[in-house]
């Protein structure tokens, strides 16, 4: 399996990204798939995960202003973030494989750079 992540970037305080993850190869037994980030200095955190029936599970610190979708006939996954604040800049990873959307799958992207400031 191969994750392809994509929309990432500099953005000031209050604004908004979106980001994109494309999922290639032995596809068809992931269930769950989602994003995790990890700013310096810290360990990689779980932002928001998604089953392909639409079950979620995000961070109390996102919750509120990031949405993530899925597109299952494209392979894709997505996270809307609005009401971006500096403590959000991170290296964003996508993250696929098994069911749940309260643990990591086994699939990891290279990860994309989110940067909040003025």
């Known amino acids: 399996v191969q994750l392809e992540e994509s929309g990432g970037g500099l953005v000031q305080p209050g604004g908004s990204l979106r980001l994109s993850c494309l999922a290639s190869?032995?596809?068809?037994?992931?269930?769950?798939m989602g994003w995790y980030r990890q700013a310096p200095g810290k360990e990689r955190e779980l932002v928001a995960k998604?089953?392909?029936?639409?079950?979620?599970n995000y961070a109390d610190s996102v919750k509120g202003r990031f949405t993530i979708s899925r597109d299952n006939a494209k392979n894709t996954v997505y996270l809307q973030m609005n009401c971006l604040k500096p403590e959000d800049t991170a290296v964003y990873y996508c993250?696929?494989?098994?069911?749940?959307?309260?643990?990591?799958?086994?699939?990891w992207g290279q990860g994309t750079q989110v940067t909040v400031s003025s």
């Open positions: 993250n696929a494989g098994g069911a749940s959307v309260y643990y990591s799958g086994n699939y």
């Open positions: 190869g032995s596809i068809f037994s992931i269930i769950a």
């Open positions: 998604i089953t392909s029936g639409d079950t979620t």
